[in-house]
């Protein structure tokens, strides 16, 4: 069983940074890929951002530039480094082990609960 909790959420201002914190644990030799995904009430779940063992990254266009994700193998633990924060970037952000590095939500079985990221002034 694996299990992942996101941590570092929370409010900022426009043009400000945050960063996030996955932390696995359990049996995951099968998933080499950690995602980061995001959800506002009513909209479909967004892919980021994911990151395989050997530290390929993929990046959606919309953070490309402003996000940076970075992988501790020794701490079992990704991160998403987010700068330069706009207000259309206030979402739930959820992390998620997956098997490749596709940024889509079908290829993660494994979810986090979630933490609520806002920006505004």
């Known amino acids: 069983q694996l299990q992942l909790v996101e941590s570092g959420g929370g409010l900022v201002q426009p043009g400000g940074s945050l960063r996030l914190s996955c932390a696995a644990s359990?049996?995951?030799?099968?998933?080499?890929?950690i995602g980061w995904f995001r959800q506002v009430s009513g909209k479909e779940r967004e892919g980021v951002s994911c990151i395989s063992s050997d530290g390929s990254a993929d990046y959606a266009d919309s953070v490309k530039g402003r996000f940076t994700i970075s992988r501790d193998n020794v701490k079992n633990t990704v991160y998403l480094q987010m700068s330069n924060l706009k207000p259309e970037d206030t979402a739930v952000y959820y992390c998620a082990a997956g098997r490749v590095l596709w940024l889509h939500p079908i290829n993660y079985d494994y979810w986090g609960r979630g933490t609520q990221v806002t920006v505004s002034s």
């Open positions: 359990g049996l995951f030799s099968d998933y080499v890929t």
